[in-house]
């Protein structure tokens, strides 16, 4: 009940003109950050701390948290509209968000990701008010050892968006892997595999990869057509039909809570629970096989994933002092900035500011909504720009994400070089999504399992021992199981040994 008289008083304050304009401001800030193809929601918010140096503590947390959820959302736009995800969390949507647009449902597919990034937004608030405390204390609980065992089923989840070329996937994912050892070596700190370039000690960046498989793929395979066409789209019925609605209603509901379970754990960043959403969609669907092609309950899954994430994430942040992602780490230092110290104690000291930030991520959320729902038909008209121009915005947005981060030319040419690798694996039939994922998950895997084995003196025993590792790992056998004793599926894997 205190709780409740807190977040009452909260959104008393919420709701005064002035930090209400704070939030509308943040929510359109952060939807053109995440329009921005690279810029994405840590960037964005970094750059744009300055603003909020005049501002009072909690009006300066309130537009930079609202910058983080706008732009959580904004890449959906470019995402389904020109197939170039905004930010690292859009990439899931462009699966089936693009292919809805090419076949003039773009309308829909943005609608649908308004109201999921809405609901999962607000249900991720509601559970934080509810339930902050005992589940922050769960996920503190999480060590190396469980870190491992979710990376690893996270990884062998994704072997389902292969669909039937299983072997295919596990390579991307292998392939995946080699890519996320270059750089420098988490335990002893000496370059491997970078063959004496100082911009890969820090590792491949991942933006300008995926600008490369994603955005100048996309050109390469447009060029090669040679189509100068525009893609139509219908402005009045932009609103999903009645049957969108019902097949997206359980994917908003699973994605809701996938992102808000997967929000609280620090580290594991916003990519995973949209692909980890979207493959559970898949596998619960009883018509698998329309998704890639323009499957409704694709782009509602992953959206609502990510916005639930993008909510919950704030509990580790606000009830442990944790930041649990590189976004929510530049908000910490914004809290730091103002004299605040997120955690526990910020809740005794502070209990006005904490409670007037949680009820503004319902104000936010709303805005998002108010904001975005009706100007759908208003971002489908991009879709009306002949598609030689919108080749050529898109490769300058590109460039433009690619050098942007670390004003740095290799990230260009990285970029273009897996453009060229992403044009060549479309040719082939090979999917992307494994290697994306694994490329983020990779150094996260070898980390947690390096310190694993130091708790261990080198025995693997450790993961008998600890029942939520042991759980995790249950999941990959039980999947790769399933997909082994499918029928036809070592006649499957010879065809594409034979081919």
């Not at 979207?278 to 998704?291: G, L, Q």
């Not at 929510?328 to 730091?336: R, S």
């Not at 008998?464 to 199981?481: E, M, N």
């Amino acid at each position: 009940m205190e709780a409740f008289h807190h977040l009452l008083a909260g959104f008393a304050a919420a709701l005064t003109v002035k930090y209400l304009l704070f939030a509308f401001a943040g929510c359109v800030l952060g939807t053109l950050i995440g329009v921005l193809p690279g810029l994405g929601p840590a960037a964005g918010t970094a750059i744009l701390i300055p603003l909020t140096f005049s501002l009072d503590p909690t009006g300066a947390i309130i537009m930079l948290s609202a910058i983080y959820y706008g732009a959580m959302y904004g890449g959906t736009i470019t995402s389904v509209l020109i197939n170039v995800p905004g930010e690292a969390a859009s990439v899931v949507t462009c699966i089936d968000g693009y292919q809805m647009a090419l076949q003039g449902r773009a309308g829909s597919a943005l609608a649908i990701a308004a109201i999921g990034s809405f609901v999962g937004g607000t249900l991720a608030t509601v559970a934080l008010v509810l339930v902050a405390t005992p589940l922050a204390t769960l996920a503190l609980k999480f060590g190396p050892v469980e870190f491992f065992a979710l990376m690893v089923a996270g990884l062998c989840l994704v072997v389902g968006l292969a669909g039937k070329n299983m072997l295919a996937a596990l390579l991307m994912t292998v392939i995946g892997l080699l890519f996320a050892m270059i750089g420098l070596d988490p335990v002893r700190g000496a370059p491997r595999f970078t063959f004496g370039i100082e911009e890969l000690y820090d590792g491949i960046g991942f933006v300008p990869v995926v600008m490369g498989l994603f955005g100048v793929a996309e050109l390469l395979i447009a060029a090669e057509k040679r189509q100068a066409r525009m893609i139509q789209a219908d402005l009045k019925n932009w609103m999903p039909t009645k049957e969108e609605r019902r097949a997206s209603a359980g994917a908003i509901g699973r994605g809701s809570a996938i992102g808000f379970v997967l929000g609280l754990i620090p580290g594991v960043g916003a990519i995973v629970p949209t692909f980890m959403a979207y493959v559970i969609e898949k596998r619960v669907s009883k018509t698998p096989e329309r998704f890639g092609k323009g499957a409704i309950e694709g782009v509602a899954s992953a959206e609502t994933a990510n916005n639930a994430y993008a909510n919950a994430a704030m509990v580790p942040l606000l009830a442990l002092g944790i930041p649990s992602s590189p976004t929510i780490a530049v908000l910490m230092g914004a809290f730091i900035i103002n004299g605040l110290t997120p955690g526990p104690f910020l809740f005794q000291e502070r209990p006005e500011l904490v409670w007037t930030v949680i009820a503004s991520f319902f104000v936010g959320n709303a805005l998002l909504l108010i904001l975005n729902l009706p100007l759908v038909g208003l971002w489908a008209k991009l879709l009306k720009i002949p598609f030689s121009y919108l080749c050529t915005g898109v490769l300058i947005f590109c460039v433009i994400g690619a050098y942007g981060l670390k004003q740095s030319l290799f990230d260009v040419w990285v970029m273009l070089g897996f453009g060229i690798i992403g044009y060549l694996l479309r040719k082939l039939d090979f999917p992307i999504a494994p290697a994306i994922l694994a490329l983020i998950l990779g150094p996260m895997m070898e980390r947690s399992l390096r310190t694993t084995l130091e708790m261990s003196g080198g025995s693997f025993a450790i993961f008998l021992d600890r029942p939520v590792a042991l759980a995790l790992l249950t999941v990959p056998v039980i999947v790769l199981g399933a997909l082994l004793l499918r029928p036809g599926t070592f006649s499957k894997l010879r065809e594409t040994d034979t081919d």
